[in-house]
């Protein structure tokens, strides 16, 4: 039973333009939400989360947006950069047995194009 | 430099034989994790800690074993029980507290020839 999900495998962007990372979930109980970024080879790298009660978040380039009704999370990067190009991982986060415990999506590749 | 620490970043053995993979932090984090990524797939747990002498299992924990003598180290032990264990093994740790951000090393990647 896959928690989290990233239904697109992989996105090719073209330079400068919006990249638009889609998750959805289906666990309720989840309060936070995360993306990470990752190289080959390299450990993921943290970008940006979202607490459960807003709905949105911004960083930079980087904007998060959650929609609970739906259970649907997205990262918007913008403009995009050749440096994007990169696993993006969605992960949503629960309190379990007195911690909080992650479960990740299964990565979305993105290649942006110049 | 505050971080987490894996070694080796490749690691190459042959079936049957156990390997230990290493994670040190000095982060001061009271959590650490081990997780497994294969290829097209996300992270899967094997085992986390929140405190010194104690771990749970995580989803994939056949196979595998921990320890957890002190906070800074949380040593994974791949045992000849894994039936599939050539994966890259990333390692993450976190305070108890906030929204669970977890920070990871540069991960190993495990050959079994």
């Known amino acids: 039973d896959q928690q989290v999900k990233q239904n697109s495998p992989s996105l090719s962007v073209q330079e400068g333009r919006i990249s638009i990372l889609n998750c959805d979930y289906t666990?309720?109980?989840?309060?936070?939400f995360l993306w990470y970024k990752k190289y080959p080879a390299e450990g993921p790298t943290f970008l940006i989360s979202?607490?459960?009660?807003?709905d949105k978040n911004e960083d930079g380039r980087f904007t998060v947006f959650l929609n609970k009704s739906a259970k649907h999370l997205s990262l918007h990067i913008v403009p995009s950069q050749p440096g994007d190009s990169a696993v993006y991982f969605c992960?949503?986060?629960?309190?379990?047995?007195?911690?909080?415990?992650?479960?990740f999506g299964q990565g979305t590749r993105l290649t942006i194009n110049p | 430099d505050g971080g987490i620490t894996q070694s080796p970043k490749y690691l190459f053995r042959k079936e049957g034989q156990n390997v230990t993979l290493s994670c040190e932090q000095n982060?001061?984090?009271?959590?650490m994790y081990w997780y497994r990524q294969d290829p097209g797939q996300g992270l899967r747990l094997i085992y986390y800690?929140?405190?010194?002498?104690?771990?749970q299992k995580g989803d994939i924990a056949e196979g595998y074993s921990v320890s957890r003598e002190k906070k800074e180290s949380f040593p994974l032990t791949v045992t000849s029980a894994q039936k599939n264990p050539t994966a890259f093994y990333l390692c993450?740790?976190?305070?108890?507290?906030?929204?669970?951000?977890?920070?990871f090393g540069p991960g190993t990647r495990l050959t079994v020839l």
């Open positions: 800690s929140q405190i010194v002498n104690d771990f």
């Open positions: 992960a949503a986060s629960a309190q379990f047995q007195g911690a909080q415990k992650l479960v």
């Open positions: 982060l001061n984090h009271d959590a």
């Open positions: 993450a740790s976190s305070t108890l507290t906030g929204d669970g951000t977890q920070y």
């Open positions: 979202i607490s459960s009660i807003k």
């Open positions: 666990n309720s109980m989840f309060d936070y």
